[in-house]
């Protein structure tokens, strides 16, 4: 079988490897289909010194495929039946496991395709309790965009920055693979949508997505846009991933008590804070990083629903590459999605 694995920083091969092996007692082997392109396989891609990893590593950290075989034990599915997996080894055990929690897990094994082997290739075995079935209706190239793109979006908004009906909410790079479906998960519970975006052919597109105001950052500062949108007040929620570009533009967009939730710092990671603002205005500023087993669910759920997300393109495996410079050069709009 076909397996793309990195070799080098910023060397990536298709090799063929043996076929895993019959999966073990609850484990299933999954036929990968469709691997989405995050920022977590550029970092992965042009190496990380402080990552705990080893080398060569298959690739792919966000995917979809079918159940190819049923080990021991498994119940609940069976071969062919279409299949989302949990980007990330956890222990299943732990407190945080046990809660539901599953991006605190103690004991995580790593994040796959970036710590360890990824989803970029054909065959693979994963235990039963990190596959997610796909609802009826959503293809592979969709449900490859859930584990990652919808749910960390679905994490942040609801689980962390407590997102509610009618609030008011800045959303980042809107053209993005998470900025666009947060633009649509907002909007779908009544949230006004402020997004940025970096030019007016994207403009264009993040209104149709629904977006109630698009502000091109490269003509107009945000921060200024956002207070004159909202009469002064700021907006309850920002949306953050860009990090050290628009860190603290985005808290003066605040209203006081606002909230931040940030998952990202494209654009680099060192802000200075300014105290006195962070706690006289009560903002409350949430990290947050991956999503839990619920937060696939839920996401798959909307797609069935109706909330598709948004492709830029699909490539072949071989071109995985090219992807990713697409990826990087910031000319996308939507979703990258690899297909086998
Ligand atoms: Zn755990």
Known sequence: MRALTLIADRKLELVEVADPSPPAAGEVQIRIKAVALNHID??????????KRKLPLVAGAEAAGEIAEVGPG????????????????????????????????????????????????????????????????????????????????QHMLFDNAKLEPGETV???????????????MAKAIGCTVITTVGDDGKAEKAKALGADYVINYRKDRFEGVVRRIT???????????????TFNGSLLCLKRGGRLVTCGATSGPSVTLNLMQLFQQQYRIVGSFGASLRNIRESLAKMAAGMLPVIDCEVPLLDFQRGLSRLESRQVFGKIVVTF
């Not at 075995?125 to 919808?150: H, Q, T």
């Not at 800045?170 to 649509?184: E, F, Q, W």
């Open 170 to 184: 800045l959303v980042h790079a809107g053209g993005s693979g998470i900025g666009t479906a947060a633009i649509m």
């Open 74 to 153: 498994v119940t609940g599915f069976r071969p062919g039946d279409p299949v989302a997996m949990y980007g990330a080894l956890t222990c299943g055990a732990c407190k945080a496991c046990r809660e539901g929690r599953d991006n605190l897990c103690e004991n995580v094994g790593g994040i796959m395709g970036f710590h360890i082997d990824g989803f970029a290739r054909d065959l693979l075995n994963v235990p039963a309790r990190l596959v997610i079935p796909v609802p009826p209706g959503v293809c592979a190239r969709d449900a490859a965009c859930a584990p990652i793109a919808f749910a960390t979006v």
């Open 231 to 245: 009469g002064k007040k700021g907006v309850d929620v920002v949306f953050e991933h860009v990090g050290a570009e």
């Open 42 to 51: 550029l970092w992965g891609f042009r190496g990380m010194a402080f990552a």
